[in-house]
């Protein structure tokens, strides 16, 4: 007999009308984040933009250098599409912009073709594009082979108004999945992930409240589940069933899933544990499902037993329970923390969202944690976390630019730089040791017991560099630095610093800067 998942329906506000013109100018990428924003909303984006102004929030003012600095949004979204079996991923947008992604995609082991329909200007504005993609999706929707197809605008055809909306929502049983990712609307790659993972969570919600859904393969839990929010290590999900199995609950599928029936079980949760804090567009899809959210993870001693007991209350599990799982899980958290601890001032930034439970983890284990940048923005879900850091004395950053983390070391002098790539490069130059947030630590299990112990090794080891990084700084000095940068044949000399020029040219662009301010004011 077929299971069924039932989902307890919240009230719906009626669906707005989708605008069918294709209008905009061409307008290529020269255009500016200003003038595609602009043309996207008179191209009838605007519903679509003011969501992504709501779910993912940016300072309206934000200059250049006053707004995280990330790689192309929409590689999040391809990320999640080419992480799931039998989906297939299309892009539209510019060549350019379609090769940068597919080369990062196929690069971090993607291992299939991504779909792209190219164009031109006259497709663009005629809405030929529109009619391509459609063939396209024709051409692929194999449901012998598929379950569904998803298709990324990139910034061009979003401000053009390409409306993938009006698509088929499916082809001979393979679901359609259209949506925008513009770098002009979406502000970090983290958030695209869940652009395109609330998309398919609101996609599988309708096709369970319209009807019977196949089950997933591995079948229903026995136990109730909690469903995760965010990509992990993923040892942890493992090590969060285990802290779940004596409280009477399961782990459920983490979303972004692996394969579309993951979605039902996703849904078919007890409670919804949000451990990147910033899928607002997810929560939203739970929460129409009737499903209780829950914000930060189980990481370090505190952040355990608050976590336990919030689940537990939500999932409507007895307190003796909730009793029991700490008793067994928070001694061997404890122990685990004094015996591998951290000594050191240290500096932590990154754009995956987790880097408030990894400066949890850091602070319990013993380290002089000074300042926590995330690209991410602060939600509600993030609010436990950040209080926590706060009380404790912790600089606490959202959105925060490569200038704010930059502040930070200068500021701080920390022993120890944890950041993006230009943060660890700029430490290294001032002889602070570093070590890149996305591949050294946020790559290793953080949950629980075996979270406990799993920094220390790598931290204290890149602390005790120091005397390398002094050592390298006597040796050659200020050589191949500032003007000098680079490698310069003694005979010929190193160049000389003019400083005169540099303050000509500054003066310069601050001429233009002002010509063109007052020609936008005319």
């Given at each position: ?33 200003e ?12 519903e ?27 590689f999040?979204?391809?990320r999640v ?10 892009l ?20 299939r ?71 002009f ?27 019977p ?6 079948g ?60 607002t ?10 499903r ?14 608050a ?13 003796a ?8 899980m ?6 685990g ?68 983390d ?46 406990a ?31 000098s940068?680079?490698?310069w044949?003694?005979?010929n ?30």
């Amino acid at each position: 007999m077929t299971k069924t998942i039932p989902i307890v329906a919240a009230p719906a506000s009626p669906a707005a009308q989708p605008g069918t013109a294709i209008e905009g100018d061409g307008m290529g990428c020269h255009a500016g984040g200003e003038k595609m924003l602009a043309a996207a909303k008179a191209s009838g984006k605007s519903e679509v933009l003011a969501q992504y102004a709501k779910d993912y929030p940016a300072k309206p003012d934000a200059g250049p250098h006053d707004q995280p600095q990330s790689m192309c949004p929409a590689f999040g979204s391809l990320r999640v599409g080419l992480r799931m079996r039998r989906t297939a991923t299309i892009l539209s947008g510019s060549a350019c912009c379609v090769y940068g992604l597919t080369f990062t995609s196929h690069f971090y082991g993607a291992r299939r073709s991504v779909g792209y329909v190219p164009f031109n200007s006259e497709s663009l504005v005629t809405g030929k594009l529109f009619e391509d993609i459609r063939e396209a999706v024709y051409q692929q929707a194999d449901p012998a082979l598929l379950d569904a197809i998803v298709i990324i605008n990139l910034c061009v055809p979003t401000a053009s108004g390409v409306p993938l909306q009006l698509l088929p929502k499916d082809i001979n049983g393979v679901r359609i999945i259209g949506i925008d990712v513009p770098g002009f609307g979406v502000p970090t790659h983290a958030e695209a992930k869940d652009v395109l993972a609330g998309a398919m969570l609101k996609y599988a919600r309708e096709e369970i409240m319209a009807g019977p859904v196949q089950a997933p393969r591995t079948g229903r839990a026995d136990k109730p589940t909690i469903a995760m929010l965010g990509e992990m290590f993923p040892a942890d999900p493992v090590i969060i069933g285990r802290m779940l199995e004596p409280m009477g609950l399961a782990a459920g599928p983490v979303v972004p899933t692996r394969e579309w029936r993951e979605l039902y079980a996703a849904l078919d949760c007890a409670a919804v544990a949000a451990i990147h804090p910033f899928y607002t567009a997810s929560v939203r899809e739970f929460e129409a499902a009737g499903r209780t959210v829950v914000g930060s993870a189980p990481v370090g001693h505190d952040g355990t037993e608050a976590w336990l007991q919030a689940i537990g209350n939500a999932a409507n599990v007895p307190q003796a329970k909730i009793d029991v799982v700490k008793n067994m899980m928070l001694p061997a958290i404890r122990a685990g923390l004094s015996k591998m601890p951290i000594r050191g001032r240290i500096t932590l930034s990154g754009y995956e969202g987790s880097e408030l439970l990894v400066a949890r983890l850091l602070v319990e284990s013993g380290s002089d944690l000074r300042y926590v940048g995330s690209a991410c923005p602060r939600t509600a879900w993030s609010d436990p976390d950040r209080e926590w850091l706060e009380a404790r004395g912790v600089q606490v950053q959202f959105r925060a630019s490569l200038e704010d983390d930059l502040s930070a070391v200068r500021e701080y002098q920390p022993d120890l730089a944890i950041g993006t790539t230009p943060v660890v490069q700029a430490a290294k130059e001032l002889s602070i040791p570093a070590l890149y947030f996305t591949n050294l630590i946020s790559a290793r299990p953080l949950m629980g017991p075996a979270g406990a112990g799993s920094l220390a090794t790598v931290i204290n080891a890149a602390i005790g560099n120091k005397a390398r990084f002094d050592a390298m700084k006597d040796f050659f000095g200020d050589t191949g630095s500032g003007h000098s940068a680079g490698v310069w044949e003694g005979a010929n000399g190193v160049p000389l610093d003019r400083p005169e020029f540099k303050a000509e040219t500054k003066r310069q662009l601050e001429k233009l800067l002002k010509k063109r301010k007052a020609e936008a004011m005319v």
